[in-house]
């Protein structure tokens, strides 16, 4: 599976923005998706995840209710939805793909079998 994030880019604090995943390959409802970031000297931290079918969804607790991740199957596409930014959200994401067949959690990076590039997202004061 590979992962093409895309939709980064310099938004001022209380915009939004969307990312986009799109994984290539015709297994991709096999795979739970989940999207981590990583800002500037930190390590990478969990943002949301959603299951196979999109009927679950998971956040960290400085995201929710202010992002929301989605799935089209149909589209093989997977979004993230962030409104509300602040200038702390600022950080490199990356989306991911988790086989059914890996167990652990939807939290941690280390049971995520596949990984994109990583689009960057900027919120300005």
């Known amino acids: 599976v590979q992962l093409q994030a895309s939709g980064g880019g310099l938004v001022q604090a209380g915009g939004s923005l969307r990312l986009s995943c799109a994984p290539s390959?015709?297994?991709?409802?096999?795979?739970?998706m989940g999207w981590f970031r990583q800002a500037p000297g930190q390590e990478r931290e969990f943002v949301a995840a959603?299951?196979?079918?999109?009927?679950?969804?998971y956040y960290a607790d400085s995201v929710k209710g202010r992002f929301t991740i989605s799935r089209d199957n149909a589209k093989n596409m997977v979004y993230l939805e962030m409104n509300s930014l602040k200038p702390e959200d600022t950080a490199v994401y990356y989306c991911?793909?988790?086989?059914?067949?890996?167990?652990?959690?939807?939290?941690?990076?280390?049971?995520?079998?596949?990984w994109g590039q990583g689009t960057q997202v900027t919120v300005s004061s």
């Open positions: 991911a793909a988790k086989s059914i067949y890996t167990g652990g959690s939807y939290y941690s990076e280390s049971d995520y079998d596949y």
């Open positions: 390959g015709r297994t991709f409802s096999s795979y739970a």
């Open positions: 959603v299951s196979r079918r999109g009927l679950s969804t």
